[in-house]
């Protein structure tokens, strides 16, 4: 009905009008919504979801802090889940289409232009595979008490800083003037970006990890980049499909792994050349995929503030980044 949308629009502009507001690296209007950073259309789509989205049990919820590995973790869960769904490795939907496509964003795809979209047509591939960045406390009950799954990626921030960087430089919006790595840095530091603060959207997934560790699994970036194999396998459990003896024989995880690796996917036609549906290119998500590249950037005064930072935040909550 057109007149409770008007309503709603209307709350809504009263909700941005009277929250915190400040620009994100790129140029772009944030609001600051109960304790996090979110650009208003990205915020209208997550309130969306909050009231609409009806899981299945069987579902998959990848959540991410931006730029730590959401691109890769896409592509990992989608090809454990669904690897009994095509034919042959020469079939791969890997090698057609993005892992965004395949896996889409709750408040940048799905729920971005809908305040109600049709989730049963849109995803093709069983079990639906669904991905956010939203901190902890904003996943709607419905997946808090459902029996879906979430797997949740991090990263150690200098590096994530250092990717943030990068991409929002890539798509700056026209006319904003680019804050220096200085400006940019300041802000990240106060937890000013899309979904920022950092340690606390960690902090929240990693505190309901600890309290229920069969529902959330709990990854970080470099320990991925270390042992691939291991986190493929045990991604498999945790999803409820392990690998059987004759797939082990047969390479399946290393073939995942191999698939899904950044020399691999940033190869794919689609993945250079493609665009997602917000205008960003695909080839903006592969960028060097390293660890510790944070040091050919910062400055030590920079680092140290940050490792400050990342000890008085993290204190003793058993969590190294
Ligand atoms: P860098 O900017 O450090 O290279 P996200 O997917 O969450 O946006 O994160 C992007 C980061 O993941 C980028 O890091 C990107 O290069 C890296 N990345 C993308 N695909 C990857 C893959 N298949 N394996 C490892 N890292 C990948």
Request: with cysteine; net charge negative.
């Amino acid at each position: 009905p057109d007149d409770l949308e008007e309503s709603w629009d209307d709350e809504f502009q009263k909700l941005l009008q009277t929250s915190p507001k400040d620009r994100s690296l790129a140029g772009l209007d944030l609001y600051f919504y109960q304790g996090f950073w979110f650009k208003s259309r990205v915020l209208k789509a997550v309130i969306s979801f909050q009231e609409h989205l009806r899981p299945f049990d069987s579902d998959v919820i990848i959540a991410t802090v931006p730029k730590c590995g959401t691109t890769w973790l896409k592509a990992l869960t989608f090809s454990v889940l669904c690897r009994n769904q095509f034919a042959s490795d020469e079939n791969h939907p890997l090698l057609t289409f993005g892992p965004h496509q395949l896996v889409r964003f709750l408040e940048y795809d799905l729920y971005y232009n809908n305040p109600s979209p049709d989730l049963e047509n849109d995803c093709v591939y069983r079990p639906r595979i669904f991905s956010t960045h939203v901190p902890y406390s904003f996943l709607p009950t419905s997946i808090k008490d459902s029996g879906c799954k979430i797997v949740f990626a991090c990263r150690n921030p200098m590096d994530m800083f250092i990717s943030l960087w990068f991409f929002q430089n890539n798509i700056i919006v026209e006319n904003a003037v680019p804050l220096s790595l200085d400006e940019a840095f300041d802000k990240f530091c106060h937890g000013i970006y899309e979904f920022g603060p950092f340690f606390d959207q960690v902090l929240g997934y990693w505190k309901a990890c600890q309290e229920n560790p069969d529902k959330i699994l709990f990854l970080q970036y470099e320990d991925l980049k270390e042992d691939i194999n291991s986190h493929i396998r045990n991604l498999a459990v945790f999803l409820g499909v392990p690998f059987t003896e004759e797939e082990e024989e047969q390479g399946v995880v290393e073939e995942i792994a191999k698939i899904c690796s950044f020399e691999s996917l940033k190869e794919v036609e689609m993945n250079k050349k493609g665009m997602h549906a917000s205008g960003i290119p695909n080839s903006v998500f592969f960028r060097k995929a390293k660890v510790g590249d944070w040091s050919n950037y910062l400055t030590p005064s920079m680092v140290e503030r940050l490792e400050k930072l990342i000890q008085e935040k993290l204190g003793d909550s058993g969590l190294t980044l």
